[in-house]
């Protein structure tokens, strides 16, 4: 028999393997953890918002209420709620994919304008928190995972707009980088890698159009660059040529899959509408960069570049990473594209958009390839450089993140909140007065009016009357200011016809509604302003500027337009900045009324507008009675173009409305139009001088019923 001591000590023996397999159990799970830190850190962000968005106060306190904006993305929602797809039944910039983007919408029973305020700021963070991570994971595989997951902190917290158009081109363009670098050796994989790779691109179109051109030029950009480093390979250079060409031919074979899905498998309308926005952005919507934005523009792209071209000096000084002279050079390419978008569109918003996905490949190279380069103490110092730039450019963290915000959320009343007393509550949003008295009044007359299974006519763009009165919005284009190019206007009348709405509103420029970029919305769009003068007559006054109108099948039968051109030879001036040109001299003013001058003029601009931008251009018109009046307009260069303008005050379009012609014009206030002339200036120091004006022709138009 054993003695006592030496059971204890058979026991401690036998006790300690298992003290080992628990220490040892513990630091598998640690180093598991550890391994997936970039995950943790993505799950935390991502609850955090959760938190804030089950905390998120109903109704909403609106601080500024931007009809424009507002119109669309609520309209957005609202569409989707009502089975109306983007692309396949009305045309934006964005496609279906951004609406399953906002899931929880299908999970409202009724979408209200609170409830929209609520998932346009927090479903973009969600968003771009999974494309960042998504984005970290194919530009730093190698990296340790601590670097991975400041890498995400860091430019969610502190550098994202929450822009999901941006961070998803982003994503699409480090998923090419992966895919090059990671190329199959033989063909048996290269097919699926084609499938994937249109795949991509295909989801990419049916997010937005500008995410769409953003994936095809990224593909191409890192297939010519790789390509090109693999030239002196000649079995790697027939695979590459043979992946770009194989990956267009399945994204054509992806495109005819989307055709057959909206409805026939050889109508390219979505393409084609995607094409004709992008492209028209330049020209229907330029605006001036500030000094500021300009010097913020600066700082970050000489910051961003000068990463890159460190990059490039540490890789051509070493062997250890052969694929990093194609990925600094494809990177440095896609940059410059992005940054076209801060060109175009030059707000600090937009900008600061742009610049994010530059500072998310910048920071990519401090956290990966520059931080393994160097040896011994200076290892780190890349990595520092990236943590003082953010400390010292990108300020404060984003309100969502910031402590003060979690522990308001935190201490907040589980009570439902109430409207502040300077504000008015409206389908659980609490609005300012100027802001509730417009829309309370629009979406109680459409929604007393029109049957909800009716649709309904906004001009120019308050789409969210109709949303907020659960009625939807008429169209074959979501927002009338896209209407720049003849396929996009045929494709506005004919949902216009198709959805035969029976009520409407129309908003007056100065009154009602605002010119977008100071041009005015008849201006802009006459052609759907005559839709809407030629089919509705006025039924009520709503509030300022705003008229109630219903459909009107007599007026649409009766309803006349009468054109007369003005015997003007055709002039042609050379432009100078700034200077006043005269383009016509009208003589012998028509004895009948004249309502709309038509002016066809084409604008001659040096090729590289198309990667800048065209100079505003604005007409003066002046009065036999001594006075004038000044028209912004648009004109897309080198093309023959319409300028319709309204000779008088704007705000006079309203009285077209009414049911007797004889309302339709004051008379004594009319007084002849003597002489045009026509002005243009430069935006910003990116924009573009036109050479030459050509007016071709002066039309007088007037509207009658027969």
Not at 359 to 374: D, E, T, V, Y
Request: hydrophobic share 50%; glycine share 6%; proline share 7%.
């Amino acid at each position: 028999m054993s003695s006592p001591a030496t059971s204890a000590g058979a026991a401690h023996q036998a006790s300690a393997p298992r003290g080992v397999s628990f220490a040892g159990y513990g630091w598998r799970i640690a180093r598991a953890l550890y391994a997936q830190l970039d995950l943790l850190a993505t799950a935390l962000l991502t609850l955090i918002v959760l938190y804030l968005y089950r905390r998120f106060p109903l109704p909403t306190d609106v601080a500024t209420f931007y009809p424009l904006d507002e119109s669309w993305v609520f309209d957005t929602f609202a569409k989707a709620r009502q089975g109306i797809w983007l692309g396949k039944d009305v045309l934006l910039t964005y496609g279906p994919l951004f609406q399953l983007c906002f899931v929880p919408v299908f999970w409202l029973n009724d979408l209200s304008l609170g409830e929209h305020y609520k998932l346009w700021h927090f479903v973009p963070i969600w968003t771009t928190i999974l494309l960042v991570y998504g984005s970290a994971r194919f530009l730093l595989p190698q990296v340790e995972p601590w670097k991975r997951a400041l890498y995400i902190l860091l430019l969610v917290i502190f550098w994202a707009q929450f822009e999901i158009k941006s961070c998803a081109a982003l994503f699409v363009f480090t998923a090419f980088l992966w895919a090059q670098e990671r190329a199959p050796a033989g063909n048996r994989r290269m097919p699926l890698y084609a499938l994937l790779s249109a795949l991509l691109m295909t989801a990419a179109f049916l997010l937005s159009a500008d995410t769409g051109f953003y994936a095809v030029a990224a593909f191409f950009l890192t297939g010519i660059c790789y390509g090109g480093y693999r030239l002196p390979r000649r079995q790697a250079r027939l695979r590459s040529a043979i992946f770009l060409a194989l990956v267009p031919a399945v994204f054509f074979v992806c495109m005819l899959s989307v055709n057959a899905i909206f409805g026939r498998i050889w109508d390219f309308k979505y393409w084609v509408g995607c094409y004709k926005i992008v492209s028209g952005y330049r020209w229907f919507a330029p605006l001036g960069m500030d000094p500021e934005t300009t010097r913020m523009l600066a700082i970050g792209v000489v910051i961003c570049l000068s990463i890159f071209l460190w990059t490039w000096i540490v890789c051509r000084r070493s062997s250890q990473e052969p694929s990093l002279s194609p990925r600094v050079l494809s990177v440095a390419l896609f940059s410059l594209l992005v940054l076209q978008s801060c060109i175009v569109r030059s707000t600090w918003r937009t900008v600061t958009v742009g610049l994010f996905v530059v500072i998310a490949l910048a920071m990519a190279f401090l956290f990966g390839p520059l931080s393994r380069k160097p040896t011994g103490a200076t290892t780190g110092v890349p990595v520092l450089l990236a943590l003082a730039l953010t400390v010292v450019f990108a300020a404060s963290p984003y309100e969502a993140f910031s402590p003060a915000a979690i522990l308001q959320a935190w201490k907040s009343s589980a009570a439902p909140p109430m409207c502040p007393q300077d504000k008015l509550p409206l389908d659980q949003a609490c609005l300012a007065l100027e802001d509730f008295l417009p829309l309370n009044a629009a979406s109680t007359f459409l929604r007393e009016h029109a049957p909800a299974s009716e649709s309904v006519m906004i001009f120019p763009y308050e789409n969210v009357y109709g949303d907020i009165a659960r009625r939807r919005v008429a169209g074959g284009v979501l927002q009338s200011y896209l209407i720049a190019d003849p396929f996009l206007l045929d494709q506005q009348l004919k949902g216009l016809e198709r959805d035969h709405p029976g009520w409407g509103i129309y908003s007056a420029d100065y009154l009602g509604s605002g010119p977008m970029d100071g041009v005015p919305n008849f201006t802009r769009t006459p052609e759907v302003w005559l839709y809407q003068q030629s089919h509705f007559h006025r039924v009520a006054n709503l509030e300022l500027g705003i008229l109630g109108l219903q459909r009107d099948e007599d007026r649409i039968r009766r309803w006349n337009m009468e054109t007369a051109q003005w015997p003007l030879a055709p002039v042609r001036q050379r432009v100078q900045a700034g200077k006043d040109i005269q383009l016509a001299q009208l003589h012998s003013w028509p004895q009948q009324d004249v309502d709309f001058l038509k002016l066809r003029i084409e604008v001659h601009s040096p090729p590289w507008w198309r990667v800048l931008k065209p100079a505003s251009m604005t007409f003066s018109l002046q009065r036999a009675d001594g006075t004038s009046k000044i028209v912004h307009a648009i004109a897309k260069p080198d093309h023959p173009h319409e300028i319709w303008i309204y000779p008088w005050s704007e705000y006079q379009l309203m009285n077209y409305f009414f049911e007797n012609p004889s309302d339709w014009r004051k008379r004594g206030v009319h007084p002849p139009i003597t002489s045009i002339s026509v002005r243009f200036d430069r935006q910003d120091w990116l924009s573009v001088l036109p050479s030459e004006v050509e007016l071709q022709g002066v039309d007088a138009v007037r509207v009658s019923l027969r």
